[in-house]
């Protein structure tokens, strides 16, 4: 009998309306309300942004070309979208937001800022994301810290052998992908100004479940995708000084980047570009998304930071104690067990490959988590490789369900050691966090000390 039928179980309500919560799915036991538990990967969309998309999207017109009157309104949406997400981030006047696809999108623009001779001070812990734009530019990596204390530490410790006449950049993770906790963002920073370097905040996994305010933590640059704040709509944000993105090249040359182009000699352009944030917006803006970030940011507003905090964290308790007393479990962890996280949880289990564990997960109890090195592969390899970590047998040797779903896991599917990641948000609920305890539970008690259903 399938346990959990459409629609939602009544009286455990999320505490933002999102869509796609009765949408069914088909599992080994029938169709299945779904429940949409890697919120860190993308958030579902929140209806209110989805209400505030549909009733632009019939004025939607050309951004920042059309002479016509729905050109004019789509414009006056886009850059009143770049004010709701200044006011968002309570940046400082000078600041500008500029639009990008997703925070990907925003550090490699962030690259292409920092001036040639610039240097890059990352922790080895960090995202992709944020590890790889830089080969321009000379990276220090730093060593993964076990307390945020110790995060301060190391920065302080590289940064005195720091050339002060070269330009610096230190990349800090506002909470991690993979084990959610919350790094010193403020102490990072005060430490990064102290030795002249600039700070990047990379806020993928933290917009979402904390206010963020650049001028209080004292950042130079924040970056995030709309994808992971409930506006999956392909837009991103890069937001900051900006000195010297006035001075880069344009990130993408084209129109709109350029107020004049005239032909010289021969086969010569001289070109002039533009000084504002058109400079790195270059082609036509996307509108839809950037008005759906700022419903996002409008809709979190309006329901408190306060109140989503105690939200996530009663279902992050519920979560732990819980995963906590299955045996064989382990959540993975960077820091001490009390450290303040969002709702980002990474576990592996003895005798079940994280991949197989994720695919039962999904056609057995139609939860959808995540499961691999979740592109943060030298943490991963790091935490996977601590003592006590659970063994199990690779997919292949342990049998890994068929979900038709074919996950695309690249060479996570094949890694001898992986991980299973849920992560949730404003629309989970109690349900949701009871359903998934109960697939481990039950999985991982079948898949028995052996490692072999
Ligand atoms: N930084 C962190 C901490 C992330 O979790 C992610 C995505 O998972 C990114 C950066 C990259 O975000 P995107 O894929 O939207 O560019």
Redesign the pocket.
């Known amino acids: 009998m399938n346990p959990y039928p459409g629609p939602a179980v009544p009286g455990c309500a999320p505490l933002l309306a999102v869509l796609g919560r009765d949408v069914t799915v088909p599992t080994a036991r029938g169709e299945m309300t779904y429940a949409a538990l890697d919120y ?2 993308s958030t579902p969309v929140l209806s209110q942004v989805w209400r505030e998309v549909s009733a632009f999207a019939p004025r939607y017109g050309s951004v920042h070309r059309g002479s016509g009157q729905l050109s004019q309104y789509s414009t006056a949406v886009f850059e009143s979208s770049r004010e709701e997400v200044a006011r968002f981030l309570d940046l400082r006047a000078d600041d500008r937001v500029v639009f990008t696809r ?4 925003s ?1 490699n623009m962030l690259a292409r800022w920092l001036p040639e001779r610039g240097s890059v001070y990352a922790f080895d812990t960090d ?1 992709h ?2 590890l790889l734009p830089w080969r321009r530019h000379d990276v220090v990596l730093l060593d993964a810290p076990d307390s945020p204390r110790c995060a301060v530490e190391l920065l302080d410790e590289a940064l005195r052998n720091h050339d002060p006449l070269r330009d610096a950049l230190v990349c800090v ?1 506002g ?3 993979v084990t959610g906790e919350l790094w010193p963002v403020r102490e990072l920073a005060a430490v990064a100004h102290e030795h002249g370097a600039r700070i990047v905040l ?1 806020a ?2 933290l917009v979402a479940h904390r206010p963020v305010s650049v001028r209080d933590l004292g950042g130079d640059w924040v970056a995030f ?1 709309g ?2 704040l409930y506006a999956p709509f392909g837009a ?1 944000v890069l937001a900051g000084r900006w000195d010297w993105p006035q001075r880069a090249e344009p990130y993408l040359a084209g129109g709109g980047a350029s107020r004049s182009v005239r032909r010289v000699r021969g086969d010569r352009l001289e070109v002039e570009w533009d000084l504002g944030t058109a400079r790195h917006e270059a082609g036509t803006p996307n509108v839809i998304g950037a008005h759906a970030i700022a419903a996002a940011c409008r809709a979190l507003n309006g329901v408190g930071f306060a109140a989503l905090r105690a939200h996530e964290e009663q279902l992050m308790h519920r979560l732990h104690t819980s995963l906590d007393s299955l045996p064989g479990l382990r959540r993975l962890s960077l820091f001490p067990r009390g450290a303040d996280r969002a709702p980002v949880t990474s576990f592996t289990a003895n005798g079940i490959h994280g991949l197989t564990l994720a695919d039962r997960l999904s056609w057995e109890y139609a939860i959808g988590v995540r499961a691999g090195l ?2 943060a592969h030298p943490l991963m390899h790091r935490l996977l490789n601590a003592p006590g970590t659970a063994t199990y047998p690779a997919p292949d040797e342990g049998g890994t369900t068929q979900t038709g779903n074919g996950t695309a896991l690249g060479d996570c599917r094949t890694a001898p050691l992986n991980a299973v990641r849920a992560s949730f948000g404003a629309g989970t609920t109690r349900e949701h966090i009871d359903r998934l305890v109960r697939g481990a539970r039950e999985l991982t008690h079948r898949q028995g000390p052996a490692g072999h259903t």
Do not use: I
């Open positions: 860190a990967a997703s925070t990907t999108d550090l995202h994301a944020v993770t909470a991690s992908n990379d993928a996994q995708s994808h992971k991103g979740f592109c």
